[in-house]
C-alpha cells in the first residue's frame, strides 16, 4: 500500500518540524551553556538528539512505504532567552504545538484508510503524552525554584543527570 499524496507531503512536513525541533532545542542548549547551566544545556542536547531520532525514523518510514523524502529549508530557531523559566515555557508550548501536528497527522492518515502510518504514528502519539508531562514539570518546578542562585544551581544539577544515548 503505497502513501497517498496528502499522507506523503504531511509526513514530509513533519520530518521538518522534528529537524527544527532539533535545531531548536540545541539553540537554546547553546544559550544555557554560555549562560552557565550546563545541566540545562545537557538536558537540551539530549532532547535535541531524540528530535533528530524523531525525524529519521519518519524519514526511514517514508521510504519503507515507497514515498520520497523531500527535505525542505529548517526555519532559524530563537536564539535569545529572558531566563530559563521563559526559556522551559517556550519548551512546553513548541510540544504541544508539535502534539497538535501529529494529531493532525494521525487524522490525515485515518482519512486516508492508511493504517501502517496510523499504527507508526501511534508511537508519537504516546511520546508526545510524556514530552509535554516532562516539560510541565520542568516548568512547575521552576516556579518553585524562583530566582534563588543555590536554588537554580540545584536545578541545573538535577537536569544535568539526563542521560542520552
Ligand atoms: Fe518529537 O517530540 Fe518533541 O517535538
Same mark, same amino acid.
Given at each position: ?73 529548517? #526555519?532559524? /530557531? ?7 523559566? @521563559? &526559556?522551559? +515555557?517556550? =519548551? ?54 524562583? #530566582?534563588? /542562585? ?7 544539577? @538535577? &537536569?544535568? +543527570?539526563? =542521560?542520552?544515548?
Amino acid at each position: 500500500m503505497k502513501l497517498e499524496k496528502n499522507v506523503l507531503k504531511a509526513m514530509n512536513e513533519q520530518v521538518n518540524k522534528e529537524l527544527f525541533s532539533s535545531y531548536l532545542y540545541l539553540s537554546m542548549s547553546a544559550y544555557c551553556e554560555s549562560e552557565g547551566f550546563p545541566g540545562c544545556a545537557k538536558w537540551l542536547k539530549v532532547q535535541s538528539e531524540e528530535e533528530n531520532d524523531h525525524g529519521m525514523k519518519i524519514y526511514h518510514f517514508i521510504h519503507e512505504r515507497g514515498g520520497r523524502v523531500e527535505l525542505e529549508a529548517i #526555519d532559524k /530557531p530563537k536564539t535569545d532567552f529572558k531566563n530559563l523559566s @521563559q &526559556l522551559f +515555557a517556550q =519548551v512546553l508550548e513548541h510540544e504541544q504545538k508539535i502534539s497538535a501536528s501529529i494529531t493532525a497527522l494521525y487524522e490525515t492518515a485515518i482519512k486516508a484508510n492508511d493504517y501502517p502510518t496510523q499504527i507508526m504514528l501511534q508511537w508519537f502519539i504516546t511520546e508526545q503524552v510524556e514530552e509535554e508531562k516532562n516539560a510541565h514539570e520542568i516548568v512547575d518546578l521552576l516556579k518553585k525554584v524562583g #530566582d534563588s /542562585p543555590v536554588s537554580l544551581m540545584m536545578f541545573d544539577r @538535577q &537536569l544535568g +543527570a539526563r =542521560v542520552g544515548k
